[in-house]
């Protein structure tokens, strides 16, 4: 007899961002192809009774393997940093091609191809970083890139090899409105961190614990207004990343309440991490420098109020933000292998693997529901990134993208479990509730029974976008 599928979950309790049902789920040539109750056999079947199943998550703001300047190295390629995103759930990933100043962009997203080809083991896209906005970027770079499959990039207010003037934000918030991409912006005031860090670093404060107060709150929540102000200008629709907490919160409220299309994004260490964490008094007080990120974290208030926006649906998506840097590497936390001034501390913490298991166990402690669960980290990434509906959902048609959880099993997260290549993580000893045991990528089991099953390199295929869905 010939199997009618590939592989058949058996009685699945299956969520997506709006339903519950229980079923089974037949697979055939990596799609979902049926949905019903005693379908027919399959080559291979799996019982997930007492599971759920759901859609695979997508993380849409990674970076791997993302050239660095002043000898600085990412300690996640696309390899390790696939493989540790499908140990905590997520199947797709989307990190950054990043152009460099004076660079073309066509030239990062060809580099950026050739660092990903034959290393991921999941599927991925691409945004892109969009650092120098010359003419020819502006006129036929980007233009022709949206066409291809790059709909959505990233542009900086503040670090020096990245950020663009006010003016130039206006020019690329006008090629994305005129070509149906989505502009990602990190919104910290580039002039207030220096004016800040001269003053600290002249007085003598350059422990991690300083990079807080070089970018406090407010410096988020003007920049945060200033975005705003710039996409009414152009009447266009921006998302703002990594939000850390009420400051700019309100700045997000305030412009959705005008009825402005003004998206965010929120990540686990907004939740989980605080100013306290970056000033451990380990390693002579040089430790906090893990916790080190930006925007930074905050207090247990500021928790609060992003916990809370997270409910109301404030934010769209749930995202890591994993940039992965060593802590005891001469090209991650410790510059040239010595504790430095805060300044020069990479910013960025690792987080691809616990990004999910740490908002689940919002849900079984009544944070959020399961099915808010789904919408920020899978249902509208996909539709925001042009991946929906082959990704983000659990329905006929779409890649078998299968994430079963036990939803009760308790795990004391401990990087000598995780997967990627860092050599910490900033949420070692906590423990969660609920864990992704089983994850399937286009019908291929990756992960059983929590253990990795180490399937080949490359498997994971590229994923161009379509336009973005901003609802
Ligand atoms: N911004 C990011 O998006 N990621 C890491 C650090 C940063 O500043
Ligand atoms: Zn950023
Ligand atoms: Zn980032």
Redo the contacts with the bound molecule.
Sequence with gaps: MIDTFDLVIRHADVVTAADRFTCDIGVRDGVIAALGRNLAGGAREIDASGLLALPGGVDG?C?LDQPMPDGLRMADDFFTGTRAAVCGGTTTVIP?AAQEKGGSLRAAVDDYHRRAEGRAVVDYGFHLIVADPTEKVLREELPQLIREGYTSF?I?M??DDLKLSDREILEVLSVAREHGALVMV?A?NSDCIAWLTDKLVGQGRIAPKFHGLARPAAVEREATHRAITFAELVDVPILI??VSGKEAIGQIRWAQGRGMQILAETCPQYLYLSAEDMNHPGDDGYAGAKCV???PPRDADNQEAVWKALKQGVFSVFSS?H?PFNYEDPQGKKPGGKPQSFEHI????PGIETRLPLLFDGVRHGRLSIHQFVELTSYRPARLYGLYPRKGTIAVGADADIVLWDPEVRTTIRNAQLHHAVDYTPYEGREVIGWPVHCFSRGEQLVASGQYLAPAAGRGRFLPADAPSLV
């Design positions: 703001h970076h950054f990233k900086y503040t670090y990190h910290e990343v990594h990120c930006s925007p933000d940039a990479p910013n960025g913490i």
